[in-house]
């Protein structure tokens, strides 16, 4: 467990370069999972103004982690209030986290265990009292991580592709 890294909250719009840089990285490794993962050249705009937008409008945080100052890895959440169509009995607001990553030469050090922590703690103190998350099936090394975290699996997604 590496525990010379330090954790900061970043504004997305400040560190843009390089968070493309690891959200890149992620779209990368998403691909060799599902082939149907859109290259990052082709989203990376549309797809950065969407997390800006969240960071800015849906009290979106973003945490990294930088060890001796570099980037290393982070995770991004924002909030989204339930509306009254929704069946379960829990209400309110939740958070949904969409995106997490660590530098391949950084992983199994605890990184992202501390990183997804301090985001529950942080929304915890807010109040919210719900994180979704979505990862793809055959991802078991995020799955086995949420498991360990005491995540559970509510809902399969099914697709076909016509």
């Not at 969240?54 to 570099?70: H, P, R, S, V």
């Not at 990184?111 to 103190?125: A, S």
């Not at 919210?128 to 055959?138: D, E, Q, Y």
């Amino acid at each position: 467990m590496l525990d010379h890294f330090e954790i900061k909250s970043v504004k997305i719009s400040e560190h843009y370069e390089v968070i493309s840089t690891m959200m890149h990285e992620l779209h990368k490794h998403e691909r060799t999972l599902f082939d149907k993962t859109a290259s990052w050249p082709d989203i990376e705009a549309s797809y950065m103004r969407h997390i800006i937008t969240m960071q800015e409008e849906y009290d979106g945080t973003f945490l990294m982690a930088f060890i001796n100052d570099k980037p290393v890895g982070f995770i991004f959440g924002y909030i989204e209030e339930q509306d009254d169509s929704r069946i379960e009995i829990y209400k309110g607001k939740e958070l949904y986290i969409s995106d997490g990553y660590v530098a391949s030469e950084e992983r199994g050090k605890g990184i992202y265990r501390r990183l997804n922590r301090e985001m529950e703690k942080i929304h915890f103190d807010k109040g919210i009292r719900r994180i979704c998350r979505h990862t793809l099936v055959n991802n078991t090394k995020t799955r086995n991580f949420l498991e360990s975290e005491e995540y559970t699996v509510t809902r399969l997604l099914y697709e076909k592709w016509l």
